[in-house]
């Protein structure tokens, strides 16, 4: 086969090869569209909505230690969480009713339908927020986490756009992710309300929080549709691969305030510093579940 022979053959692969891809990103983008566009009809059971001074300090606590600051910012005004070409560009929107930010007639069914169901007013699920993690919030710390969201001081804040990038929309394409809507059984009966205890029952209550990274059996590893460059989730079982087995309760609960582990290495900054914020009782409650967690290697999700 002459030269200009072999070159014509490989120009006519790489355009094919090419052409393959192009097509294949257009399925996948297609894909993802219908998903963000899907309107998903659930029932919305309402919740009751306290204005007492003890239940807003409660609604105050749930949403710090959950580190809800950490996408919507310091001020609840909304800012970028992801700029990455791969993964795209995510804005979390402004929570509070300044300018961009909640409408006037945003209702306590709203709230719900968003926190406990990942879901928009109209029903399009929504793509950043982890509502898979809230959806187990019993009733009463619902109310209370809405009844602290409408004491927000007003923040002018329009919110930036969302835009998945190639990856995201392959991965979803895919079946490799899902929208935080579709994780949700939205039929499932929530708890009326929660006594806080140090027991296994409340730490598992409250590590529903840590499933987003962690996965659902907590044995970390790689975050599904986070940038490339985010380490992978620590495994929080006590596997041989497990950076906490053999840690005492007292060496946990340091490891979480002062964010550095007994060995003396810092924890990444992607873990969220608002769980320092937990008290006594919260961080010895989640230390009694994980001791509950059959050892899973790490990853194994």
């Known amino acids: ?84 070409p791969m993964t795209g560009v995510f804005h979390a929107p402004n929570l509070t009713h300044g300018k961009g930010g909640l409408p006037a ?58 835009s998945p990038g190639p990856l995201i929309r392959v991965l979803v394409a895919l079946g490799k992710v899902s929208l935080p809507a579709e994780h949700i059984d939205h039929t ?14 409340y730490g598992k209550y409250l590590a529903s929080s840590c499933t987003g990274c962690h996965g659902p059996n907590l044995s970390g590893g790689k975050i599904a549709a986070a940038p490339p460059d985010w380490p992978a989730a620590a495994n929080l079982t006590r596997d041989a691969s497990s950076r906490i087995t053999g840690w005492t309760e007292e060496q946990f609960i340091r490891t979480v305030r002062t964010r550095e582990r007994p060995d003396g290495t810092k924890l990444n900054p992607i873990m969220p510093a608002a769980f320092a914020e937990m008290t006594d009782v919260e961080l010895k409650a989640l230390w009694s ?3 509950t967690l059959p050892p899973t290697p790490t990853g194994v999700r």
Request: aromatic share 6%; with cysteine; charged share 20%.
């Open 188 to 201: 499932s009966p929530r708890l009326a309300s929660v006594t806080p205890g140090i027991n296994a029952n």
């Open 1 to 84: 086969m002459s030269l200009r022979k072999i070159i014509k053959f490989l120009c006519y692969s790489a355009a094919g090869i090419v052409s393959v891809l192009l097509l294949a990103y257009a399925i996948a983008y297609g894909l993802t569209q219908h998903r963000l566009n899907r309107r998903i009809s659930v029932s919305i059971a309402s919740v009751s909505v306290p204005t007492d001074a003890a239940s807003i300090e409660r609604g105050r606590h749930i949403v710090t230690t959950r580190a809800c600051s950490d996408c919507h910012g310091a001020d609840f005004g909304g800012k970028k969480v992801i700029d990455d």
């Open 105 to 162: 007639n945003f209702s306590d069914e709203d709230y719900v339908r968003a926190i406990r169901h990942g879901l928009s007013h109209d029903g399009r699920a929504l793509t950043l927020m982890p509502s898979m993690e809230y959806a187990e919030l019993s009733d009463e710390d619902l109310g209370s986490v809405i009844a602290y969201l409408k004491t927000l001081a007003p923040v002018d804040r329009e919110r930036g756009p969302i």
């Open 289 to 291: 579940y994980l001791a």
